[in-house]
C-alpha cells in the first residue's frame, strides 16, 4: 500500500494543465529540466526566459511564450511544457533533440477515416464532465478520484451524475470507441475515446487493445492511454501480454517530452513493482537511459522514481511467480 501510494504522489508530477484539481496554485519557478543539443545552452534557455526564483504561473506562461518564439526564430524544433514539480514548485521542462540516434517509432493508424459511432452523446457528456471539473477548479474547490472495480468516480456529486449517464452507454460502445483510438485521424477525437474508455470495463481486453495507442503519433493521446492503464494495473490478469506492454512504455520513455518521460517512469515502476520478473527486461531496454535521467533531472519526484527503478534492477527481488516463456533478453525497440 506504501508503494501504491508514493506511486499516485510520484504520478502527479505531469505537465501543468488548468484542469488539473484544486484552486488557484501558489507555486513558484524552480528551475529548467533541460534534455538539449549543442544547438543551444542551458545558459541561453535560462536568458531567454528571463525568469526568477518564485516566478508565479502566470509570469512563467508569458516566458514559455517568449521562448517558443526564440526558438521557432531560430528554426529549432523543441517540446516545451510547464511541469507542477511539486505544490509549491513549478519547472519548464524543455527537450531539443540533436535528430542524432534512433527516434522511437510511432504506430499507423489502422484504417485512417472518421470512424462512426452508434451515439455521439458520451462525447458530449465528457464535454460537461470537463466542464464540471474545470468550474470546480476555477472557484478553488478540490475534487478527487477515485476507482470503483476499474470505474472512474469523482468526489463531486454533479460530476458522477454525468459518470453514471455515461456508464449506461459507454460498456455497449466500447468495441466503436476502440476503433476510433485505432483509425481516426482526430488526434482529439481519439483521445476522448480512451478517456471514455474509463467507464467502459473489461479491463484487461481494454489495456490489451490500448498498448498501441502508447506509440500514438500524439503526445497527448499516448499520455491518456498511460493515465487508463496506471491505475488498474492490478486488475491485470498474470497471463497479460506484459512483455509488450514493457516494450511500449520503455519506447514511450525514449520520446522527447517531460509528459512521456514522466509516465513511462511511473508506469515502469508500477509494473515492475507488481511483477518482478520484469526487472531484467527494463534493466536491459532502459537500465542507460533511467540513468541518464536521474542524473540530469532538476525534478525531485524524477529523481526518486528513476532512482528506485534503478535500485530494483540492481538488486531485484524475488520473482513471486515463474517467469513466462518468451520473456528474455529485450526485442529490437524499433519494431
Not at 8 to 28: H, I, M, N
Amino acid at each position: 500500500m506504501a508503494v501504491a501510494v508514493l506511486l499516485l504522489l510520484l504520478f502527479a508530477c505531469l505537465p501543468w494543465s488548468p484542469g488539473r484539481a484544486g484552486g488557484e496554485s501558489q507555486a513558484g519557478f524552480a528551475g529548467i529540466e533541460f534534455y538539449g543539443s549543442s544547438q543551444i545552452t542551458r545558459r541561453e534557455l535560462e536568458q531567454a526566459l528571463g525568469l526568477k526564483p518564485g516566478a508565479r504561473l502566470a509570469q512563467i506562461a508569458r516566458a514559455v511564450d517568449r521562448l517558443d518564439r526564440k526558438l521557432t526564430g531560430r528554426r529549432l524544433q523543441a517540446t516545451v511544457e510547464i511541469v507542477e514539480g511539486s505544490p509549491q514548485e513549478i519547472f519548464v521542462a524543455v527537450d531539443l533533440p540533436d535528430g542524432q540516434g534512433a527516434a522511437a517509432p510511432t504506430r499507423r493508424l489502422r484504417s485512417p477515416r472518421h470512424v462512426a459511432v452508434s451515439s455521439e452523446k458520451p462525447f458530449l457528456l465528457l464535454g460537461e464532465l470537463e466542464a464540471r471539473l474545470e468550474k470546480l477548479r476555477c472557484e478553488g474547490r478540490p475534487w478527487s478520484e477515485t476507482m470503483r472495480s476499474g470505474l472512474k468516480y469523482y468526489s463531486d456529486e454533479p460530476a458522477n451524475q454525468v459518470v453514471e449517464q455515461m456508464t449506461q452507454m459507454v460498456p455497449f460502445m466500447r468495441d466503436e470507441l476502440i476503433a476510433v483510438t485505432e483509425s481516426d485521424p482526430d488526434p482529439a477525437r481519439r483521445k476522448q475515446a480512451i478517456d471514455l474508455l474509463n467507464w467502459a470495463g473489461s479491463i484487461p481486453d481494454t489495456t490489451r487493445r490500448l498498448i498501441p495507442s502508447l506509440d500514438d503519433a500524439d503526445r497527448d493521446v499516448r499520455a491518456a492511454a498511460a493515465r487508463y492503464m496506471f491505475s488498474r494495473f492490478e486488475l491485470l490478469p498474470d497471463d497479460f501480454p506484459y512483455d509488450s506492454l514493457t516494450d511500449s512504455f520503455s519506447r514511450m520513455l525514449m520520446r522527447p517530452s517531460h509528459q512521456d518521460r514522466s509516465k513511462a517512469l511511473y508506469c515502469l515502476r508500477a509494473l515492475a513493482g507488481q511483477h518482478p520478473e520484469l526487472l531484467a527486461r527494463v534493466a536491459a531496454l532502459d537500465g542507460e537511459r533511467i540513468k541518464t535521467i536521474y542524473d540530469l533531472t532538476a525534478i525531485p519526484s524524477i529523481k526518486s522514481v528513476c532512482g528506485q527503478l534503478l535500485a530494483l534492477t540492481a538488486n531485484p527481488p524475488r520473482p513471486r511467480r515463474p517467469a513466462r516463456a518468451g520473456s528474455g533478453g529485450p526485442p529490437d525497440a524499433g519494431f
